[in-house]
């Protein structure tokens, strides 16, 4: 398998840590090199939350390049277009229709541009837009949005089967709340 | 055995474990923290019975550490690199007395800096101290290098440092691992005045040892040289996490025709590596975040480029992109550019129903022309809503604020109000000793100490006002008797979130402080919204605009800032962003049209 560089970003709170957290152990069960890095600290108190998670053979550095990531998943549009140039020309990036304030725009400092889905769709690269808080809100909760991405992600990565990934998520989440976020997961698989 | 992805840092902690800690110690701080929460679970875990604490700062954790070290123990110290310096105090005499058990002080740094005040090199403060230090490249080298730390520092009897980068504290990998052995320690104090208690005369005779303990070390460092081919006449020499982003940027630049020398101890440098080098033309030293590598090569051989010579540049985090260019530069290797972008991150901000929101909120209300000193921690966030001017270091907020207050009035200028901000573990930190002072030499000021009851920034540590500790209830220290132990007279305890109540607080203080030239105390009791949304009986309160009322006049979502309170630019009015709303309903006493609403 080549190196499958995944770039997940999205705003602190939303659950990009926990994402992360699941693919690399699914890859790891499946038998993969995984190295992954995040970024903790004060970027968790609502700032961008960037996460990249490497997968291949044999994996030296937990960084991916500008330019190389074979998929970006973004829980926010912003991000998404912020984010954006990390992908590969023939890359993928799958997005959340979710739209979170930046402080500048709470303070009035400025807009949030009213056309991030027509920048995204000029991009080169695919692009694919998942309404993942209707689906996670259909599965039973709307914070189950980062269960949604991770599934539509899973299309990407056929080196890992169905059973591993649903098995990392039993692992993963509290039990109460596993039926939601299984179902958020087949939703997300189901949108691609 | 057990497989696991483990994050770097407690990757690092198992190698403590496994290396046979029996004290381990820390302050948090970004990017170190998790280091001493997963010991204290690996410990349970296994049923190690080994003691783990939460110190109440760096110096205390290190001293704690350093006496366990002396009496024969294996110590551990964990801190981020600004703790270092808080640490360097007893790191430096620690350096010359050396120990009789083992001591590691992981250290990790904060190259970027995302989460830091600087982006000091630790590799650099054990060539200030005269430690080794050991520089891993990912989480497994961490936790062997954690290991091979406690070796080195048994057989030299010397502290030996463990220098982590936020790539590797916050990278993850899987690592596999088997059941933790118990040990038993002989633990016994010998004495020894003349070495524990030394004098400046016999110092100086632990100065000579020290330089001959280092000098033996510089012969049995550790390298690794990955050739490509036996002919190349290139070469880069690195440590840490840049050896792996290095490795992969000549696979992404598919070159062979240039050799990586890895050092796994940066300081002392290791002899052969004067021989090595001599088989090369050209050499670049690519290392974060300071020329440490660089400064020692010099000695051998001065044609060698890096930091010093202008090839690296001087600041930054070393992304791949960045090595990637300067590799192919300097080496002359084709490749296509990667197409430069202006990339500016969304700005982290309070949490919707954060208190300290309505404690600043009270403090510009208040005094719109005050002076408002503050310090480290979430609250330093303030500074999106005007309310922080100053951010130091950990605890000098206070003194900063005594500062000012000196200045005006040594040159009878109108004293503007001083409102100081401080969080209750930053207080406990760092601010006790600043109180004293500035008690002591008659300052004047408005204190409010912001107390969320945990260390919330760094993942919600305990502080000595909850008495909680690893291994169940300790003492409580109440903040209250501890400040009126500094000698304040006049201290009142409040819910920031009754905001009218904490202005007239902050006035009624400030006109006492003013006409009394003393120190006033507001402890702004309230728990950390994140961990009141924990609890079971949390009381959500549901609020609503009413749009009839609502003059979009910007004061909630601009002034007050929650980042839930929306303005529509279009409609003029506010509205309530339901996905974000934590529930508080604190803007209810924001908005004096009443459009905000109690459903």
Known sequence: ?192 | MHKEILLGNEAVALGLLEGGCNVISAYPGTPSSEVLPYANHLNKKFNLQRFVEWSVNEKSAFELAYANAIAGGNSAVIMKQVGLNVAMDPLMSAAYIGLKGAMVVVVADDPGPYSSQTEQDTRFAAMFAKLPVLDPSTPQEGREFAKKALKISNKYEIPVILRLTNRVSHGKQDIEYEEIPKINLDIKFEKNPQRWAAIPRFRYLQHIELNNKIKKLANENEYSLKKYNDKNKNLIITSGCCYSHIIDSLKYLNCEKVDVLKLDMPYPLNIEVSDIINNYENILIIEETMPVIEYQILKYRNNVDGRLTGIIPGEGELSIDKIVKIVSEYFKIKFVQFPEFNTKSKKPELCPGCPHRSSFYAIIKAFPKGIYPSDIGCYTLGLNMNAVDTCLCMGATINQASGFYHAFKSQNKEIPPIVATIGDSTFYHSGVTALINSVYNKSAFVLVVLDNGTTAMTGFQPTPESGILNSGHGNKVPLKEVIKGCGIEKIHVLNPNNINEMIECLKECWDYSVKNEKISVIIAKEPCTLLKLREKDYKFIKIKINEDKCTGCRVCSDKFQCPSLIYDEKRKKVFIDYSTCNGCGVCVQVCKFEAIEIE
Not at chain 1, 87 to 100: H, M, P, Q, R, V
């Open chain 1, 1 to 192: 398998m080549k190196t499958f560089n995944i770039v997940i970003v999205g705003v602190g709170g939303q659950g990009v840590i926990l994402a992360s957290k699941i693919i690399s152990n699914a890859a790891m069960d499946a038998g993969l090199d995984v190295k992954q890095s995040e970024v903790h600290g004060m970027s968790q108190r609502g700032g961008s939350v960037i996460s990249h998670v490497r997968i291949g053979k044999k994996v030296y550095s937990p960084l991916v390049t500008e330019g190389e990531a074979d998929v970006i998943l973004a829980f926010e549009k912003l991000e998404a277009l912020r984010y954006s140039h990390w992908a590969k020309e023939d890359g993928k990036i799958i997005y959340a229709d979710t739209k979170i304030n930046p402080s500048t725009v709470v303070a009035g400092l400025a807009q949030y541009p009213d056309d991030v889905d027509k920048q995204l769709s000029n991009l080169k690269c695919q692009v694919i837009k998942i309404d993942a808080a209707k689906l996670a809100k259909e599965a039973g909760n709307v914070k189950a949005v980062n269960t949604v991405l991770v599934g539509a992600l899973s299309k990407m990565l056929p080196e890992i089967k169905e059973e591993t990934w649903k098995e990392v998520l039993k692992k993963s989440v509290p039990s109460k709340v596993l039926e939601v976020n299984l179902k958020a997961f087949d939703l997300g698989c189901g949108a691609i």
